[in-house]
């Protein structure tokens, strides 16, 4: 006897739902995935008619399956929002050099504007320069500070109202374990937040609709519904300590499913005593954008980069650094 589809609807059953353990026939995997995400765009209040909206596109599985959805759910559900796709090219041959002829083939199927950034424009630096002048650790300190800042650049550039990224239940509940293992309770505070920023001059809010759809998930989904996209690791470091946060959480999610979405819930709830410390944002006196110091830490690194003292402002300081920062700040205001 053929298993159906457990919706009813009478077709065969053709996967097991790793979410749910339910076995669905392609369509009504499709419509359940898809409704999950406009349950929390709606819940979350994240979009507004008329809002420009650009999707942080990096040409892999998570913003690819993130641009298809959105474009669905907007004609679906007539959300009045325009997408558009905004892309960083952090300068790494052969990896996001190929990922970008994804994202514009994304822009053609979709019909939506692509604005490419790319860090030698904005900094001067790519990051194959970058690995060249500090060695194989701390690239993706650099990468990722620069890569926040230069979506905001973009997402100005662009004119848009807020940037949605790709993040998703795994992701989200992987920065959770992390920042429990660091005690990095500012951190903590925030990271369960499907909004983010906005409140300070110049930001643009940070929104996260794919927050509780789950990796393997977005992975069958694409396979199913056929969406291109890149799936090379970046050449450079990967970041290790998310890696065994990685790890331990694919461990549990073999043995419970719901454990992805528990530890989000759990992140969610947790409340602090007044006394914790929350990150005060506010704008870099010298570039203008979001920081939570003075000067930014985009400011700080590339300060480093360009005075051939690359290490300045990362880890903890030295007392020759926070001279050099001291410096810094002095000059330029
Ligand atoms: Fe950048 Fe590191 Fe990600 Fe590579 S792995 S794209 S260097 S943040
Ligand atoms: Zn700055």
């Known amino acids: 006897m053929p298993v159906l ?28 995935f898809e409704t999950e995400i406009h349950t929390t765009i709606q819940q979350s209040k994240i979009f507004k008619q008329g809002s420009l909206v650009a999707v942080a596109a990096s040409g892999g599985k998570d913003s690819t399956v993130l641009a298809h959805v959105l474009k669905i759910l907007n004609e679906r559900y007539k959300y009045g929002i325009e997408l558009k796709l905004l892309s960083i090219d952090e300068g790494i041959s052969g990896y996001r050099d190929d990922s970008l002829e994804t994202v514009k083939k994304n822009r053609d199927d979709y019909d939506m504007e692509l604005k490419i950034l790319s ?4 900094y001067n630096w790519t990051m194959d320069e970058i690995v060249d002048n500090i060695g194989a650790s701390n690239n ?44 990095d309770t500012s951190r903590l505070c925030r990271c369960c937040e499907i909004q983010t920023g906005g409140n300070e001059p110049n930001s643009v809010p940070r929104v996260k609709p794919l927050k509780y759809s789950y990796e393997k998930e977005i992975v069958m989904y694409a396979h199913f519904k056929k969406i291109v996209y890149f799936s090379t690791e970046c050449v450079f470091s990967p970041n290790a300590y998310r890696g065994y946060a990685r790890a331990f959480l694919k461990d549990l999610e073999k043995v419970k499913p719901s454990a992805i979405i528990d530890i989000i819930h759990s992140g969610e709830k947790i409340s ?8 005060s944002r506010d704008v870099c006196k010298r570039c203008g954008f979001i920081s939570s110091q003075q000067p930014c830490k985009a400011c700080v690194l590339l300060e480093g980069l360009n005075r051939g003292l690359p290490k300045l402002g990362i880890g903890k300081k030295s007392k020759a650094d926070r001279l050099i920062t001291v ?3 002095k000059n330029d205001f």
């Open 5 to 32: 589809c457990s919706t009813k609807c009478h077709r065969r059953a053709f996967l097991k739902r790793p979410k749910t353990g339910d076995a669905l026939c392609k369509e009504c995997f499709f419509l359940a």
């Open 119 to 122: 860090y030698k424009e904005l």
């Open 140 to 183: 993706c300190t650099f990468c990722g500070v620069f890569r926040r800042q230069a979506l905001d650049r973009g997402a100005r550039l662009l004119g848009v109202d807020c940037i949605a990224t790709g993040h998703n239940a795994d992701d989200i509940a992987e920065t959770v374990l992390m920042n429990i293992l660091r005690g």
């Open 272 to 279: 602090f005593k007044h006394s914790v410390k929350k990150p």
């Open 327 to 329: 410096n810094l700040v």
